[in-house]
Every structure is written in C-alpha cells, then in structure tokens.
C-alpha cells in the first residue's frame, strides 16, 4: 500500500457505480492518471466540486497491490479555472478540445509527461485570462503539444529536403504526410496551397509571436485552423470528438 501526493488537471470524468467517478488526471509527476474518486457524486461529498474538468488540485492517492485503479483521499483546490471558462461558449469548446487533445497525446497511463501538463497549464490560464482570442489559443496549443509529442510541423524549411526559400517567404505548399511546408521538388500530389499570410500565422502560434498572431485577419485564422485540424487529425488517426464543436 502507498501515499502519493502530485498535483494535475482534471481531463475528464467518468460515472462509476451509483457515487463514484473515475478521474482522469495530468498530473505534473506521474504523467496521465485514472484513479477513483468515492462517493464524488453524493451532495454531502468533501471534494466532489474540485474535481471537475479544467481543475487544477493538489491531490493525494492510496494504492492498494492488486488494484487496477488508484483511490483519491484528499483533494485541494490550486486554480478553479472551470469557473471562468464555462460560462462561455467559445471558451468552453476550446477548452474541451485542449483537454482532449492533452489525453491523446499523453505518453501511456503512468509515465512523466512534464511538457504537456506545462503546456495544457499554461493554455488554461491564458484562455481563462481572455488577452487572445480562443480559437488562436486552442490552435496553438495543439501546435505546441504536437510538437512535444515529436510532429513538430515545419512551417518555414521544406519539411522533405530542409531547403530554405530563397527569398525568405514560406514555401507555398502544405502537405499533412511530410510534416509541413513543402518546396515544389518534394511537393506530394493532394498538396494544399495555403495563402502566405496563413503560414506565417501558423509559425507565429507555434512560436508564442501572439502580437502576430493577436492583428490576423478572420479569413487566415479559418483557414489556419483548418489545417491545425487535419494536421492533429492525420497523426491521431481519427479526429477529436470536441474539436468539431468548436467556433471558427
């Protein structure tokens, strides 16, 4: 039997028995966890409250040798950040999404995943802050965790040879198998050909450049988004469930 003590965000609940929920967790230490929250759904419960998705607790945990699941005995609220986000519709699907994709691209149940919890945190608090719009804050973050799960999109250099553009622009075409931008000796058949100002966002939220990101225009953040979808889709191999609610 062992204590262990981490603190994470709520992904997701699930209902278990008539009281209980089983809580799926990233947690800072220990990377995506399922563990058992009891009597969660009664009205007299402790804790029940703080473990919603967006939460951010400091939690504790007794496992038991031969139990599949772990059991939370204590959970204190860090940041209830589902307060301000689900009041809004834009933010909420957002968030959903961003919660969605943090679980599919988690390593397996139980091993560190210190740069996306990093990153999911910090997606959290600037969707809750309201200083960008939700739509570039969910893409870039998809674009981020992407890139942590090792499908680092190219959006400068040509994904297939590495050339650079002669006279500094993004190459003009945009393939989901090589990875990115492509130039026209490597282009694939069934390329897309994003306009320039599309690319350029595209690098601008996978860098963090939000001042480039924050004066673009409607008609490029569509089209962004579009690919920032495919591009996840392509390597999850299905889409998200959460993503096809979003606003755009």
């Not at 966890?33 to 009597?39: D, E, H, P, T, Y």
């Not at 961003?98 to 599919?104: N, P, Q, V, W, Y």
């Not at 200083?131 to 674009?143: C, K, N, R, S, T």
């Not at 994904?159 to 075409?173: H, L, Q, S, V």
């Amino acid at each position: 039997m062992t204590l262990t003590r981490d603190d994470g965000i709520v992904l997701r609940t699930q209902r278990l028995g008539e009281a209980d929920r089983v809580i799926t967790v990233l947690t800072r230490e220990h990377g995506r966890l399922r563990v058992v929250a009891k009597g969660v759904r009664r009205t007299t419960s402790k804790f029940g409250a703080r473990l919603e998705p967006f939460a951010h607790v400091d939690f504790q945990t007794f496992d038991k040798q031969g139990r599949a699941l772990g059991m939370i005995t204590q959970a204190e609220t860090i940041a209830a950040y589902g307060q301000h986000i689900v009041s809004d519709y834009a933010r909420y699907t957002a968030g959903t999404a961003m919660l969605e994709t943090a679980e599919r691209l988690s390593d397996e149940e139980g091993e560190p995943a210190l740069q996306q919890y990093l990153l999911l945190l910090g997606a959290l608090r600037a969707l809750t802050a309201g200083e960008h719009a939700p739509g570039l804050v969910l893409d870039a973050f998809i674009l981020r965790s992407l890139a942590t799960a090792g499908y680092a999109p190219s959006f400068r250099d040509c994904a297939g040879c590495g050339d650079e553009p002669a006279d500094g622009t993004p190459w003009r075409f945009f393939s989901l198998p090589s990875g990115g931008m492509v130039c026209p000796s490597c282009k694939p058949g069934g390329s897309a050909m994003p306009q320039q100002a599309t690319v350029e966002l595209l690098g601008a939220l996978l860098a963090g450049e939000w001042s480039v990101a924050d004066s673009s225009e409607g008609r490029h953040r569509r089209e962004a988004s579009g690919l920032v979808a495919a591009y996840l889709q392509w390597h999850l191999e299905r889409g998200l469930r959460s993503l096809r609610l979003v606003e755009r």
